[in-house]
């Protein structure tokens, strides 16, 4: 439910040297989403990649990862859905279907955000426009690209790239054991752990992360 939003406060500070990656708006599959982020891309780039961009990452290093100089993953983990995640999206669908969008987007805020941010009227403001904007249709294909990826830890040790792992400390969706285990099966990965933040971390601790991210491009 994110939209180039989410990565205004992070491109500030990183000036003529980013390069957004097309709209997968359309895409019904993590490939799919992989494919169009490497037709646009340069013949040679550092990757930032966030949550579900993290999915697509570890798609893009498995096709393509001569071509990736560094690797930034932001809130994600390797690991394909549990039953209990498959079906907590299929709740999801159903709402979705019955008109009740707007539910998901409700439910889903306290999952995104740290406890103390949760009122900053602001923020969730801007987590609801971004919802909004992504609407229900392009919602029901992002749930279905991630409910049919490939579970990624088995090609995490053949990622050559330098790896930098960022993850905020109350993040509701992926935990520390997820970043633990991506940090150990990657060789040359660090952990960078970003305290008093949740799932986007970008707009929570846009400062902290900016630094981060320039110090690992720098």
């Known amino acids: 439910m994110l939209t180039p939003a989410f990565w205004t406060p992070l491109l500030a500070g990183l000036g003529a040297r980013a390069h ?19 037709a646009d891309a340069p013949d040679r780039f550092a990757l930032v990649a966030h949550a579900m961009g993290g999915f697509v990452a570890f798609e893009i290093m498995r096709r393509a990862g001569a071509r990736v100089s560094k690797l930034a993953l932001l809130s994600t983990l390797a690991p394909n859905d549990t039953p209990a ?8 669908a159903r709402l979705v279907a019955q008109g009740r969008f707007d539910q998901v987007v409700e439910e889903r805020i306290p999952i995104l955000l740290h406890p103390d941010r949760r009122s900053d009227a602001d923020l969730v ?22 409910m049919t990826r490939e579970d990624s830890r088995a090609s995490l040790p053949s990622i050559a790239a330098p790896t930098l792992i960022v993850w905020g400390r109350q993040d509701g969706i992926a935990t ?35 630094r981060i991210i320039l110090d690992w491009l720098d």
């Open 20 to 38: 957004a990656c097309p709209d997968h708006g359309a895409d019904a599959s993590i490939a799919a989403m992989a494919d169009r982020a490497l």
């Open 125 to 146: 403001a801007l987590v609801r426009r971004m919802a909004d904007e992504t609407g229900p249709e392009r919602f029901l294909r992002q749930q279905r690209a991630i």
């Open 176 to 210: 520390e054991a997820h970043q633990v285990e991506m940090r150990d099966a990657i060789p040359d990965a660090r952990l960078e752990i970003v305290e008093n933040c949740g799932h986007l971390l970008t707009l929570e601790q846009p400062a902290a992360v900016q």
């Open 85 to 92: 995640q498959t079906e907590r999206r299929e709740g999801y």
